[in-house]
């Protein structure tokens, strides 16, 4: 049974992906607004019409779309919604609109990024199947640009907040008044929302730092009075603050104990990814890939690690300033 709740009802969405059902949220003021859509598929728009229909909607009642990021379980059924205004972040439209210039770029990013994390070349095939998940996104571009403290176009008390590291194009939406935060993947109850690799905004620039970021925007998050994180996936985050402690701190461990395995031996991110995922390496490269990168940009930006370049093209990150009882305690 959906309901509305001071205005905004949450609605769930079957997904083909691990992560499982994706939750959007209507938004009912001046204009009916739509967070997200789900991905494009046959079944989640069976139970995006079912949903409205439950709360006498339909979908040409929607008059705007927000999408907190680019993802296909966020922004799939865009194209489902003709008569809508599509907002975003500046960095979604590339995602959305898929220009081949775009798709040129992004595979010639991967290539080179491979070759540096040292994977062996008979896993470059995995730049196409990164593009699988692409046919589930909507393809059609933003009307409008939303950024960091915008207002939610028509309607008052709702704040744009950028919050970048798990794309680079991610927003979420707070409701100063009662501190009602609609997050996307920001903040997830049961799993670490993954600071994932992309091509950088412009050609030539370097690759933005997804895990920096990702810290950045939870540190920020810790500065404004949020109440309840109405997330992407999973229940509802009420102690926001305390969580956002316990991912920070669990991250920092994470990227110590990686320091601690350099100190042992120099090793390439692909030798890293092994020994940190044997299980899921193969089957999930490109996310535990981005999630050792994370772990390395983290190291690199406290000086804890080196980076030796190769003749190769691949880097071997080398730990600093071992001491006892510093890394192995
Ligand atoms: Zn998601």
């Not at 599509?86 to 439209?93: F, L, Q, R, S």
């Not at 010639?108 to 730049?127: A, D, K, W």
């Not at 409008?144 to 907040?161: C, F, H, N, S, Y």
């Not at 980076?307 to 080398?318: A, C, H």
Request: glycine residues 8%; aromatic residues 6%.
């Amino acid at each position: 049974m959906i309901q509305w709740h001071n205005g905004i009802a949450q609605l769930t969405i079957p997904t083909p992906f691990a992560v499982g059902d994706v939750h959007i949220y209507l938004i009912k003021g001046e204009r009916l607004t739509l967070v997200d859509t789900g991905p494009k598929t046959e079944e989640a728009w069976r139970s995006l019409l079912d949903q409205l229909n439950e709360l006498e909607l339909t979908p040409t009642d929607i008059e705007q779309i927000v999408l907190t990021h680019h993802h296909p379980d966020h922004a799939g059924l865009i194209e489902c919604f003709d008569q809508a205004t599509v907002w975003g972040a500046k960095e979604t439209n590339r995602w959305l609109t898929r220009e081949s210039s775009f798709m040129q770029d992004h595979d010639q990013f991967y290539r080179s990024l491979f070759q540096q994390v040292g994977l062996p070349s008979s896993y470059f095939i995995l730049i196409d199947k990164m593009k699988v998940p692409l046919s589930m996104l909507g393809l059609r571009g933003l009307d409008g640009v939303l950024a960091d403290q915008d207002g939610l176009p028509g309607e008052k008390g709702w704040t744009v907040i950028e919050t970048p590291g798990h794309a680079q194009g991610h927003i979420s939406l707070l409701r100063e008044s009662d501190g009602i935060l609609i997050g996307g993947d920001v903040l997830l109850d049961k799993v670490s929302s993954n600071p994932l690799v992309e091509p950088p905004h412009a050609e030539g620039e370097a690759r933005p730092l997804s895990q920096l970021q990702y810290n950045a925007s939870l540190e920020r998050l810790l500065t404004l009075p949020i109440t309840t994180v109405l997330p992407g996936h999973g229940p509802l985050v009420t102690d926001s603050h305390g969580l956002i402690q316990e991912r920070l701190k669990k991250q920092h461990d994470r990227a110590m104990h990686v320091k601690e395995l350099l100190a042992e031996k120099e090793m390439t991110a692909f030798d890293l990814c092994v020994l940190l995922f044997p299980a899921v390496y193969k089957e999930q490269l490109g996310l535990t890939l981005s999630e050792t990168v994370a772990q390395l940009d983290y190291l690199l930006e406290r000086k804890e690690i080196e980076e030796i370049k190769q003749t190769d093209g691949s880097i071997v990150y080398r730990a600093l300033h071992i001491t006892k009882g510093h890394v192995y305690e």
